[in-house]
């Protein structure tokens, strides 16, 4: 059986060399790279997400944490605007996390279901940025150079915002894969009842996939203002459906416990393909949302067909043994 991940892989080469019969110049490498560099904030948020969606939770508050907690860095910045990077670095990630931690203490202590926790804690969070701007904004002439510069550095041809996002896909894969942690991500979303079992504690663990989460947007949070040289209430809305959507379109399965690190990394890498590539070819950007939606469904339709025909193979197998 072909796997998600050779399906994804060919329709992304496809759908270059299609756009390269109109732009050559796309297929460039500079240009790959700079693709690759513009969707990296989506492929950490999507690694994120993709660890909560693997213990049957979701997180619809991903861009709200991250707005939330770029808008405190760039006001820091401006309050300060000699504080190390490094620091800087520190402290959107614990406040990712702890944003993060609160969305799982919700669904660990209370039981309440994860996606009206973070459908409330999203608003929290956008009406939280209100009232600690009052609406204004925080613009690059604003931000120290040290502070925009980080991101944009070159290294081997690669802003480290690029680099950043490989270290996360290496180190995430490496967790899944070899920890014992990582098999209770997995262990949790295919059966919770079998975990139990397994001296796995299903709440604590729904609750660190959440953490984890919030950090990597928290994160990112910093990353996108820096990059993007301005803050402003309104950041990276909506971004939570791309990340749902780069997970889907992966193979990660919304009934949890199933999904790859390469999955989620294709999953986005297909959405950066079709956001940079429609106006280089003439096409509204409009088209983007249709395509997306489109794919979203044709993913879920796969993961369903996939889900049955395990189904009727394992029923089949029962009766063999009969």
Known sequence: MISRESILSAAIIALLALIATRFA????????????????????????????????CIDLSVAANL?????????????????????TLALAIGMGAGLGAINGLLVWKLAIPSIVVTLGTMTIF??????????????????SASFTGFPRTVILGLPVLGWIAIVIIAGLALMLSRSTQGRAFFAVGGNPHAAVYAGIDVGRTQFLAFTLSGALAGLTGYLWVARYAVAYTDIAGGFELDVVAACVIGGISIAGGIGSVGGAVLGALFLGVIKNALPVVGISPFWQMAISGAAIIVAVAANSRAGRSKGRIILKQAEVRQ
């Open 126 to 143: 956008r009406g939280s940025i209100f009232l600690l701007s009052g609406g204004e904004w925080v613009n690059a002439f604003e931000m």
């Open 25 to 56: 110049g796309f297929v460039a490498p500079g240009n790959l790279a700079a693709v690759f560099t513009d969707t990296a904030p989506l492929i950490i948020l999507a690694l994120g997400q993709m660890v909560v969606i693997l213990t049957r």
């Open 67 to 87: 707005a939330l907690t770029g808008m405190v860095c760039a006001m820091l910045n401006t309050a300060m605007p000699g504080l190390p990077v490094a620091l």
